[in-house]
Nanobody
Framework: QVQLVESGGGLVQFGGSLRLSCAAS????????MGWYRQAPGKQRELVAT???????NYADSVKGRFTISRDNAKNTVYLQMNSLKPEDTAVYYC???????????????WGRGTQVTVSS
């Protein structure tokens, strides 16, 4: 099995910063990609950012220039640095990892339990 442990959420004022972390552990051969999604009350879950093992990144238009995704392949950990936070960034943030358990196995998507980010105006 694979476990994802998220940390770093909380309450922050408009314009503030937070850093989310997500560490994957268990039976892991490779993870590609790793990423973050978010879900606000009454809305569907949406992509925030993803990063491949090679470092290629993809961001939602709403966070470009404010959020930075990074990863430590040796630690199977993905980070999300969030700057210039706005009230509309308030949501539960979920870590996503696409995991292969061996070199010839198919990949499986795992999700973290989510961490709340609240931005006050």
């Amino acid at each position: 099995q694979v476990q994802l442990v998220e940390s770093g959420g909380g309450l922050v004022q408009f314009g503030g910063s937070l850093r989310l972390s997500c560490a994957a552990s268990g039976n892991i051969f490779s993870i590609d990609p790793m990423g973050w999604y978010r879900q606000a009350p009454g809305k569907q879950r949406e992509l925030v950012a993803t990063i491949t093992s090679g470092g290629d990144t993809n961001y939602a238009d709403s966070v470009k220039g404010r959020f930075t995704i990074s990863r430590d392949n040796a630690k199977n950990t993905v980070y999300l640095q969030m700057n210039s936070l706005k009230p509309e960034d308030t949501a539960v943030y979920y870590c996503m990892c696409n995991v292969r358990r061996s070199y010839n196995s198919r990949s499986t998507t795992y999700w973290g339990r989510g961490t709340q980010v609240t931005v006050s105006s």
